[in-house]
């Protein structure tokens, strides 16, 4: 217990000194949340045999259909970001692709449903790398 509190004392001061962005959906497509739901997204630009961790990667948080909490090192000019569909696309692919065995979505969407099929149950699936310059 102790190894974990160290731990997530060290991850909450990498957590607070990210920018804290809240994605907000307009368009029809829903952020989905899963067994899984703090994803670890690895930045476009970090080359492929580094690793990723929670100090270089970007993190999101579904927290409902419509908004999502997503921290990263960059400052736009506001706080709450529209998210284009592609961009919540992204993100639920992403978040389905770390759930362990459940997603949970607000609605029924074929979307939603082939990129869970695309996944394999139990392992960590990588289904697509976030752009976030799609804002």
């Not at 909490?69 to 993100?91: C, P, Q, S």
Request: charged share 25%.
């Amino acid at each position: 217990m102790r190894t974990q509190l160290e731990a997530a004392q060290w991850i909450a001061s990498v957590l607070q000194a990210k920018e804290w962005h809240l994605l907000e959906s307009h368009t029809s497509r829903v952020f989905v949340t899963s067994d899984n739901p703090v994803v670890l997204i690895r930045p476009p630009n970090l080359p492929p045999q580094l690793g990723c961790g929670f100090e270089q990667g970007f993190v999101a948080l579904p927290l409902s259909s419509k908004r999502c909490l997503f921290m990263d090192y960059r400052k736009f000019a506001n706080r709450v970001l529209t998210a284009k569909r592609n961009v919540v696309l992204a993100f639920n692919e992403d978040i389905i692709g770390n759930a362990h065995e459940a997603v949970y979505a607000s609605v029924e969407s074929k979307d939603i449903e082939k990129a869970l099929n695309q996944t394999i149950l139990g392992e960590k699936n990588k289904v697509t790398v976030l752009d976030v310059e799609e804002y």
